[in-house]
């Protein structure tokens, strides 16, 4: 480690995609109107088994510790889908910047489903 003025330490934390996605897919999973997390679709890396766990449904990229997320998202049968999707943006962005203390620049939400569910009479 590297001895800054005032005999501080300079720490370097890293913080892996998996647990930013883990973060993400939790905080999303708590907004009403969502249904389910959707596993993302399928690309190379998928394919060869690179992404598991919560990356299969959070995309993550960062860059200089400043990170956007992509989110993969049904929602349930009569929601609106602008109002969830800002509270899932919302919840995701506080939820990781709370956490980990990293920037998040951008999270996008891709509604790849609605949630239908049968009326009972």
């Known amino acids: 480690m590297k001895k800054q003025p005032n005999n501080t330490v300079a720490t370097s934390l890293v913080i892996s995609d998996d647990v930013i996605a883990s973060i993400a897919m939790s905080a999303a999973k708590d907004i009403d109107g969502v249904g389910s997390l959707v596993q993302r679709p399928t690309d190379i890396r998928s394919v060869m ?3 598991e766990g919560a990356l299969k449904y959070v995309e993550v990229s960062s860059s200089d510790k400043v990170y956007t997320l992509k989110v993969h998202i049904s ?3 009569g929601e609106k889908i ?3 999707v800002s509270e899932v943006q ?3 962005k506080n939820a990781v ?3 980990t203390g990293c920037a998040v620049s951008k999270v ?5 489903d609605v949630e239908i569910t ?4």
């Open 82 to 84: 602008p109002a969830v």
């Open 49 to 51: 088994k690179i992404f």
């Open 90 to 92: 919302k919840a995701v």
């Open 97 to 99: 910047q709370g956490m």
């Open 118 to 121: 049968e009326k009972r009479t």
């Open 108 to 112: 996008n939400v891709c509604v790849a």
């Open 75 to 77: 929602i349930k049968d």
